[in-house]
């Protein structure tokens, strides 16, 4: 929400500083967010008169224009088509310096000199319209004005970051009440002066309400013998100052008032409608309806259509529809004010994917109440801007009103929440300001104003007088404290230490959203994915069933800013859905990319490998005093050959291996990218075992190497597992230590150097003892895998 600093002058009076108005409003929570300047400051322009328009001999498109612009007269060579004799023009001399930085200066134009040139509004940056030099009013421009101190720019546009819960402050007259309750005085409203007339509006439209829970209230007028045009200087300012842009007079007044009084406004083409009715009814299945930006739309089934009893003329309170739309043609129109349900709104605007101002102020409450008095304050306008004329009466269809909900307030229950001595008097007139009706007495009786929805209990209106009376001023109460002992969460606890030992290993956390794009998914996650029913987008339309698609995000991110290494974790939450039943869990991840962190000397820089990340998954289960094994299996997301299985004993945790390139081209990662992803529950359960104490052995251990040769097929963990088989009692470990392919081993061959650890708890070892344990490792490897001894 915005509006500018005078616009607010111009309904409560005040002389702070817009940097102090600020401060205060931010106060009492209607927090501004950023000042900024409402024009861009130009200077050297002033109002000129056109005495005279010549057409130029050579170019008919340009005019030659005699103006007087207070110090002299002079020709200025013009192309806007709206030039006239007594027109009252801004005029550009030569050394004005306009929005942007330009500098005027006598140019040639179509072989006439031009010292300086009359200005569009565009070209003063005061609105998008440059077809046409700006129109000055005849009555109020004097020649040789300084057009900057004419039109008063020196303005503040204010934005404020409103709490969803205060729609009364989405206008201009919310927020000077808001001024009006610091102060102490009300809002001044604008005077409305209708002038009816051309017969009874009742005798042109009937109004029918069919779904009186989609539109409580329904009002409508009827505005004849309109004029479309350009809207004045003041309501382009208006809407500026909002964000808005000027369309024409009839669509500029509706936003205009919407602005001023936070009731939406829509005004329909009346000549498109095939009935004079107007019915409002919940929309049927299957309906299409083409909105005012030209998009064909299936209707959600609870939309709320406002129809002419055949048609379909607008989505209520969401957009109007491209038939009904006023255009350059349109001679009447049917003006409509109502008031529809927050909730329904609300649906449908998501379901739609559509948002607009209206829907906004719509969805979180206008006064139901205030729909009269936009309506005629809008219908005035027209008559005014637009020579329409405004038919007798309303068609207002409130068939139960909403009154104003009745609360009391006890003071002393004020002053005992809020720690001060206010008085009831004081209470009364902070309400008061506010516009809630008040009686005083021993409990303070308020009717709260319909456009409050906010205000349901007693506490809150303790909390409107509390931010009036000022924060600031509560005391502040000092008591003995200390510490609170509270029990510490093991989970948090765990998640804590595991995070320490990545960072450890040298790896960035990073935390993602839990909402991802479903196009991206692999066909595993896509069948386990939770779908929002209402998305922000289709980009965030699914929860995730994974950490694997959020990590590649965020490599792809850092990629595509030359970072050379990525070494990423992750512990969150993922979202499954299996046979119905959503299942929620706590899962880790840790991906590498790019180059290692740790380089060699005699290599140089390397990229990330396999043994990078299962180094880190070692290290951090060395820290729980768990043992991991990796197996192969086949994963979806991992490429072939290169996707592993984690496990702690009998126990899977989770996943490693070499993302599918055909996956991580959905992300835009082109290089290789190691990952692992780690069930965090079982993980938790896992390191939770509690730790055996095991005495240092008495007896030394004896170590053995052998290398064979094996087919390239051979897995690792099989030969580590078969030469543990060899001999239990006494083997203590098994390590692989070198992997050797090349001459003179055949090309379909490896040579594997083993490592074997043995050593007995009741005594030491021979020679012979040892030897014969290894003869028995070595045979079986022969037998098992048809494995050679490389000497």
Not at 65 to 87: E, M, S
Not at 581 to 603: C, D, K, P, Q, S
Request: aromatic share 6%; hydrophobic share 45%; proline share 6%.
């Amino acid at each position: 929400m915005q509006v500018s600093y005078k616009w607010l002058q111009e309904y409560i009076a005040f002389d702070w500083s817009p940097d102090e108005l600020a401060r205060r409003l931010t106060m009492i929570g209607t927090a501004v967010e950023r000042i900024t300047p409402l024009y861009e400051k130009f200077s050297g322009v002033r109002i000129a008169r056109i005495e005279k328009v010549d057409r130029h001999s050579g170019q008919d498109r340009l005019s030659l224009c005699t103006i007087n612009d207070g110090t002299g007269v002079r020709v200025v060579v013009c192309g806007a088509p709206n030039v006239h004799p007594g027109l009252y023009a801004p005029y550009a001399m030569p050394g004005a310096v306009l929005p942007g930085g330009m500098e005027v200066k006598t140019a040639t134009i179509a072989g006439v000199s031009s010292p300086g040139f009359l200005c569009s509004e565009a070209e003063l940056g005061l609105s998008e319209e440059s077809d046409r030099i700006m129109e000055l009013d005849p009555e109020a421009a004097e020649t040789g004005m300084d057009l900057w101190e004419f039109l008063d720019l020196d303005d503040w546009i204010m934005q404020f970051e409103l709490t969803p819960n205060r729609p009364d402050c989405m206008s201009a007259l919310g927020l000077a009440r808001e001024i009006g309750a610091l102060i102490g005085t009300k809002v001044r409203r604008p005077e409305l002066e209708l002038h009816e007339g051309g017969g009874a509006a009742a005798e042109r439209v009937t109004v029918q309400i069919d779904d009186p829970d989609g539109c409580p209230r329904y009002a409508a007028r009827i505005v004849d013998n309109i004029e479309i045009k350009p809207s004045p200087f003041w309501l382009k300012r208006r809407l500026h100052a909002a964000g808005m842009r000027s369309l024409n007079n009839i669509v500029d007044i509706a936003n205009y008032i919407m602005i001023e009084t936070g009731q939406p406004l829509h005004a329909f083409d009346f000549a498109t409608f095939s009935r004079p009715n107007i019915v409002v009814r919940a929309a049927t299945a299957g309906e299409e309806f083409t909105t005012l930006d030209n998009e064909r739309r299936a209707m959600p089934a609870d939309a709320v259509m406002i129809t002419d009893g055949a048609a379909a003329l607008a989505v209520g309170g969401i957009m109007g529809g491209l038939a009904s739309e006023v255009s350059a043609v349109t001679r009447a129109v049917l003006l409509e004010s109502a008031y529809f349900n927050p909730s329904r709104i609300r649906r449908t605007r998501k379901q739609l994917g559509l948002a607009s101002e209206a829907a906004l102020r719509f969805e979180k409450g206008v006064d139901p109440n205030g729909v009269g008095f936009a309506l005629d304050r809008a219908a005035a306008l027209m008559a005014e801007l637009a020579g329409g004329q405004v038919l007798q009466g309303a068609v207002d269809v409130y068939p139960a009103p909403v009154a104003p909900l009745r609360l009391e307030v006890r003071p002393v229950r004020v002053n005992k929440i809020i720690g001060v001595d206010l008085a009831s008097p004081r209470m009364i007139d902070i309400l008061s300001a506010l516009e809630f009706g008040v009686t005083g007495g021993k409990t303070i009786a308020v009717a709260v104003p319909t456009f409050r929805p906010d205000i349901t209990r007693e506490i809150d209106l303790i909390e409107e007088i509390a931010r009036i009376a000022d924060y600031g001023a509560i005391p502040v109460r000092r008591k003995a404290a200390g510490r609170i002992p509270t029990a510490v969460n093991p989970l948090n606890q765990f998640e804590t230490r595991i995070k320490e030992i990545l960072v450890g290993e040298g790896l960035f956390e990073v935390v993602t959203n839990s909402l991802v794009d479903p196009r991206r998914l692999t066909p595993g996650e896509a069948g386990l994915a939770v779908k929002l029913k209402n998305p922000l987008s289709e980009e965030l339309s699914v929860m995730r069933a994974s950490l694997c698609g959020s990590l590649l995000q965020v490599v792809a991110h850092n990629l595509n800013r030359q970072v050379p290494t990525i070494a990423i974790f992750e512990i969150g939450r993922v979202f499954q859905q299996v046979d119905g039943v959503i299942r929620e869990r706590h899962a880790a991840a840790v991906m590498l990319a790019g180059n290692a962190f740790v380089t060699r000397w005699e290599t140089g820089v390397r990229a990330v490998d396999f043994y990078d990340l299962k180094g880190i998954l070692v290290t951090m289960c060395r820290a729980l005093r768990l043992e991991l094994e990796l197996c192969a299996a086949p994963y979806e997301m991992f490429a072939d050959r290169a996707s592993f299985e984690l496990r702690v004993g009998e126990t899977p945790l989770g996943s490693l291996g070499l993302i599918a390139p055909e996956l991580a081209r959905r992300y835009d990662v082109k290089i290789p990218v190691w990952a692992a992803f780690l069930d965090f529950d079982k993980l938790e359960r896992a390191g939770r075992a509690t730790a055996v104490y095991r005495p240092l052995p008495r007896f030394p251990k004896a170590e053995r190497d052998c290398a064979v040769i094996v087919s390239r097929s051979v897995k690792g963990g099989d030969l580590v597992e078969t030469v543990k088989r060899a001999a239990p009692e006494l083997i203590e470990q098994v390590d692989i230590f070198d992997v050797y392919t090349g001459k003179p081993i055949a090309a379909d061959k490896k040579s594997v150097a083993i490592s074997v650890s043995y050593r007995a708890e009741d005594r030491t070892l021979t020679d012979a003892q040892v030897n014969d344990a290894h003869s028995k490792a070595v045979e079986l490897l022969k037998n098992c895998f048809n494995a050679e001894l490389r000497e």
